[in-house]
């Protein structure tokens, strides 16, 4: 969608620096929408010709965007590669799990009201279709009747799996609704997934940082990890993807492909296919936990894993706790040949999900609010997320660096070698201030210079003072 | 309560006649109140002392029992020992658990339209709370704002700590909202305790028989199991527990104390401190299912095993998806000294609970409609236990014994050795009944020629007709 540079007359140049000027200056900022070009012709006195050749040029050096049928925005900040975080290297033997304790403490933090909620990855409450879910809930629960409140069995309700089957369509996956089952979110699909993959002592590939949950589950499980890195930019490294399965009898693989929590990452789609035929090749499982996939801040989903499998290769888990509601606890699991295995396990380990949030989300998507709902809050994520990023790299010490995400809510930061992120986290609560630490989303509790940031909540005074006290106690 | 005989004269022998008369003739039915002394006078023309005496009389006999101040009622028929199911001898080393495929089948038939329910244990719509459930969830959601739809991270929510805390003080468990974990239903909450004590390979004690949920969760746990015998007036046989802890190494035992699932005994308090002091003995950790407990049709509540425990023996499990409505998924665990690693496990195993459940049933015991309904449903559970059971006394084949329990909504059924209730209950199936046959409640599939009959439906025209279908079957 760029625009050819049209420009050399000067004129052009003196109206690109007054807005380069204000955006320097914090009038506009990452994100935001500038003057339209009539609006900029009319108020500046310029032509047409004139504002477009402005924006232009400001587009060739990297200040603004221009959106579809939208106007400019500024860019987010494009930075130097070395402002992103850097690929560290660390064992790849298989280890057993470790660091539990911070973890809950960090999960504990974000409960405690009066927190400054970097840590835990939940939405604000303004960003929660709240209104809506309560007059479901009314409405729902009343007609259903005692419906409402009978177990629902796996695989579970029939109307919400025919809704499921239509969204997935968006993320490239054709399935019929007899081939999902419900579950009480995403990480009750990945540990039914893994479960019916591994034994106690089976060896798992995770990604490296991954989401701390999968490693407290893949620990309480009793199962080995080989640790793959992730690159911000692409996702997992299928290189040593490649390795790890040559080298060690993996038998499951569980990856993020899309928006990575903590890192951000979208994995392309030659190395999601690339991962898929790898997995086929040496007999493994891929667990997909495509969680955040639906918060691109672009016009596009990326499309999931299982999208690129013609087998059996990928299991697919994904739920509505990110881009609807945490509460509803309301996920999925597209099982292939286990399905039989899974709704066993499902049987025997949480018998059923709760009923009424079934027919909430069934009802809520079969309406057609979930999509206004989302691109609702895939702005205010965009907008959140480029806002927090700027504040960081403005307050913070000069040495870190921060992931550029596009899409989730999710900010991981790297510091110098030698940052204490668990001292720094455990520092940060005492003034009431969540982040939580590099080490936890490490099985072997490497990556201690690195921390994440939600950026669920907005950035308002509270808590750009709290970005303030935080890049003071990163400064030691 | 029992009045003293007082009567000799043949006038009231004569009413006594014609009242059980009446009983015979089926005009009031085990369970049925009887008229009142007072309406017994005016209509027949006796003197109130004649009314009375007669009702002393039919008491002297069995037939009618008189409750403080609600009048006579009809007696349920107290069967001679050789209509109640009858021990038998098993296996008592560690084994592996086997029989899933069969529960599946039946928990799958428990899902579909058009089946008699007499298989899964679940209420009838009639007795659900869903008028009242469906008001709380349209106000409690609107009132609670966005805080409803966010995750309510473990212990889970404050608010209903302190009301189960509240209701626990009636099985004789005093604990603090801070002792009580929240926890998505019993099974949940068993498989969290049972997960705290043991590792894969251990031998845990379960009942024989026991609900299969807690079968299929053992072995999809890895663990193995000792059987210990359960009887029918008494509960888990403590001499076979005394033996079992002293032979073999095990680690926990997983008892269901009141209204067993599927034998419906109650054990004696007695019982319930020996169970307790051979367990604390032996370094056994008690796990306690206490689901049915607040289903009992006389008076008072048992106790839980947990109210004999001093100490840190017993863990106590509970869930109101038999007592409130299934579809709720809430259930608690009261973990002691395993507390910290059991929240934990809840972190890395399902995260949170269904937030909306959690806030509805906290109201809904705070608004103090629980216990009105409990008194409906326990009404009914005992009448519709007593009808379905003398319809099975009278239309099966005379050597079926079937268990007489105090409480809950389940019946055991015992048929001659070299009777199969697998295949019994799929010709049931194929006939659209469903009953759970006994093999599935037996690590060992032993108990091939019982069955467990739910009575949480009334005895209609329908489960009628299907009741002589089933002796029909049964017959062969």
């Known amino acids: 969608m760029k625009a050819p540079s049209i420009v050399e007359d000067p004129i052009y140049h003196r109206v690109a620096e007054r807005i380069e000027g204000l955006i320097t200056a914090g009038t506009f900022r990452s994100g935001d929408r500038l003057p339209s070009v009539r609006s900029l012709s009319r108020d500046w ?25 939208s106007g400019y925005y500024v860019r987010p900040r494009r930075l130097s590669p070395e402002k992103l975080p850097r690929q560290v290297e660390f064992e790849s033997d298989p280890v057993e799990v470790g660091c539990a304790e911070i973890t809950e403490k960090v999960m504990d933090a974000s409960a405690t009201p009066g927190i400054v909620p970097f840590g835990a990855a ?29 177990y629902s069995m796996p695989p579970g309700l029939p109307a919400l799996r025919v809704e499921l089957a239509k969204r997935l369509l968006g993320a490239g996956i054709a399935v019929s609704p007899e081939e999902i089952i419900v579950t009480s979110g995403a990480i009750d699909a990945v540990l039914l997934a893994v479960k019916s993959v591994c034994e106690p002592g089976d060896v798992v590939a995770v990604e490296s940082p991954t989401y701390f949950g999968i490693l407290s589950m893949v620990r309480e499980l009793g199962y080995k990890v080989v640790e793959i890195p992730v690159f911000s930019d692409r996702g997992v490294c299928t290189a040593a993807l490649a ?8 038998k499951a693989c569980i990856l993020q492909p899309n928006y990575h929590n903590p890192v951000g990452s979208v994995m392309p789609d030659a190395e999601k296919k690339r991962a898929v035929t790898l ?5 493994v499982t891929l667990i997909e936990d495509d969680l955040y996939g639906d918060l691109h801040f672009g016009e596009k989903r990326p499309r999931s894993l299982k999208a690129f499998d013609p087998g059996d290769t990928v299991i697919h888990c994904g739920s509505y706790s990110k881009s609807l509601a945490p509460g509803l606890r309301v996920g999925w699991i597209v099982p292939g040949s286990r399905y039989h295995r899974i709704k066993s396990l499902k049987y025997a380990t949480s018998l059923a999900n709760a009923t009424a949030s079934e027919r909430v989300v069934a009802e809520f998507l079969q309406s057609g609010g979930v999509e206004r709902h989302l691109r609702k809050a895939r702005r205010i994520y965009a907008r959140q997320t480029h806002e927090i990023r700027e504040a960081i790299l403005e307050t913070f010490p000069g040495a870190i660096r921060v992931t550029q995400p596009e899409g989730g809510f999710l900010l991981w930061c790297q510091m110098p070698e030698g940052f204490d992120s668990e001292a ?3 520092a ?21 210079n690195c921390f994440r940031i939600s950026c669920g909540f907005p950035l308002d005074d509270r808590s750009r003072r709290a970005l303030g006290i935080l890049a003071k106690l990163a400064e030691g």
């Open 45 to 69: 006195r310029v032509s047409v010709t004139t504002a477009i050749g402005a924006y232009s040029l400001l587009e060739d050096r990297g200040l603004v965007e221009p959106r579809p049928r």
């Open 243 to 250: 390795e790890a399965f040559a080298t060690h009898p993996v």
């Open 428 to 448: 940060a609560l005492k003034r009431k201030i969540s982040i939580v630490p590099g080490t936890i989303f490490s099985a072997s509790c490497g990556l201690r």
């Open 122 to 150: 939940v939405p604000a409450d303004e960003i929660l279709p709240a209104a809506k879910l309560a007059a479901l809930y009314a409405s729902v629960i009343r007609a259903a009747g005692p419906a409402a409140h009978q």
């Open 279 to 283: 997995a086929k090749q040496h007999g």
């Open 424 to 426: 720094f986290a455990l």
